[in-house]
């Protein structure tokens, strides 16, 4: 089985990432294909390969960088909004499931917690342009989803990377445009955390690994029903499976009923798995960019997304804020890549806090082959250096560095 640390692979200099990893007929948008497919992994293991240490301290910034770190949200008024919510906290107060599992399965229907209304925007927008916002669900076509994310964990020296590759199955079609309905079928393919401090997100992890989640999704990336579960029954009753009743499968892709503007903004809710546990969200959508001047004639449109989380699980509940960036194909309805960074409350006093950058990529399984949402292939990836090169590079860039804070320091300009 390959290493966990070989999913990704990347120069180590993130400056190069736009231009070494970019998919070229993507333009500016940002793309990795290392976080569109993941090497087979095998299922009956729940235990993260060991690494050797200097692996670990030489791959971790490599992989760190392997999909573009997940942005900050540019300043507008929705990430003040954030930057304040993050102050405040510091001061106390039916169809099958697509493939035959092993063993047994328990089927359960659950009803989710009460949907909240269509989003109502918030803000108009403004300009000459304006886009329909839909997911367009197409018949019978399965979703690839990579997720890339790295943990910050308070007190540890180094970053805990993991991966999780689901897919997403469109069945029982039915309307177009806005009318549009489909059945969502959920399902973990593949899932691996690095060692040591992986073992608490496979924890976290584990109840969702073999259970299947279906429910009918419209097309402004609602659910429209109950979800139904299918998982080995010695599981099927526990809280932690039952809790996913209430997951959007869609990680929370949830658009207004109206065309929209740039800086038109909308807010929704609803429960999402990200590291592995369950986070409800308030969230706050803005449309940032339309841009429809691209040689492939797509609209492509990019969604800044910020808010606060409340998360549950053995150890307590803890609070915490995110930031993120939806970068959506508008002519077609089908997303490409979403990037997040949370922030989550460990003590409330003190402030400490775990801090996660997550990658999600979406792809589509086109036979035997794994193609952008578009149906385009994905270009091809760049070649990892070897660890000996990484490590000379990663020294001349931090000796680069220190000579110029030095010269900028004696030139009488204050460094950063």
């Known amino acids: 089985m390959p290493r966990f640390t070989e999913l990704t692979r990347e120069n180590p200099r993130p400056q190069r990432l736009a231009g070494a990893a970019q998919d070229r007929s993507m333009m500016a948008w940002p793309y990795d294909p290392r976080c569109a497919i993941l090497p087979a992994v095998n299922r009956s293991s729940r235990s993260p390969r060991p690494l050797a240490l200097a692996a670990v301290f030489v791959v971790a910034p ?18 003040e909004k954030a930057a304040k919510a993050e102050a405040a906290e510091s ?12 063993g047994a399965v328990k089927t359960s229907t659950a009803d989710p917690a009460a949907a909240p209304p269509p989003p109502a925007l918030l803000k108009p927008g403004s300009g000459d342009k304006s886009v329909t916002l839909r997911l367009a669900l197409p018949d019978d076509t399965t979703y690839q989803v990579t997720t890339v994310g790295m943990i910050q964990y ?8 993991f991966a999780r590759q689901e897919k997403i199955q ?3 079609c039915q309307g177009a445009g806005a009318e549009r309905r489909c059945t969502l079928v959920h399902s973990t393919d593949k899932f691996e955390a690095e060692p ?3 073992r608490f997100i ?3 992890e584990a109840p969702s690994r073999d259970t299947t989640i279906r429910y009918p999704i419209g097309a402004d990336g609602k659910r429209k029903g109950p979800s139904t579960l299918d998982a080995p029954p010695e599981v099927a009753d526990t809280d932690e499976v039952k809790a996913l009743a209430d997951v959007d499968i869609f990680y929370c892709i949830h658009f207004p009923e109206v065309p929209v503007r740039v800086g038109a903004a909308w807010q929704t809710t609803c429960t999402i798995r990200n590291d592995g546990r369950m986070s409800a969200r308030e969230a706050t959508w803005e449309l940032t960019s339309i841009d429809e001047s691209n040689e492939d004639g797509h609209t492509r449109v990019e969604l800044r997304v910020v808010g606060s989380t409340s998360t549950k699980n053995e150890r307590g509940e803890s609070q915490g804020t995110f930031g993120g960036t939806l970068f959506f194909l508008a002519d077609i309805g089908e997303p490409h890549l979403l990037r997040e960074e949370i922030s989550t409350t ?71």
């Open 62 to 79: 490599l992989w760190m960088t392997a999909c573009g770190p997940a942005q900050t949200p540019k300043s507008s008024s929705l990430a």
């Open 202 to 204: 496979t924890a976290d």
């Open 170 to 172: 469109t069945e029982e």
């Open 91 to 102: 001061t106390p107060e039916g169809a099958k499931t697509p493939a035959a599992t092993a």
């Open 346 to 416: 460990v003590a409330q006093d003190g402030g400490v806090r775990t801090k996660a950058r997550l990658n999600y990529q979406f792809a589509k399984v086109k036979g035997d082959a794994i193609v952008r949402t578009d149906g385009e292939p994905f270009p091809e990836a760049p070649a990892m250096p070897d660890a000996a090169s990484a490590k000379t590079e990663a020294k001349a860039d931090a000796e680069a560095e220190a000579k110029a804070v030095e010269a900028a320091e004696a030139a009488g300009i204050e460094s950063p």
């Open 154 to 161: 308070p007190g540890m020296p180094t970053p805990t990377g």
């Open 196 to 198: 040591p401090y992986g």
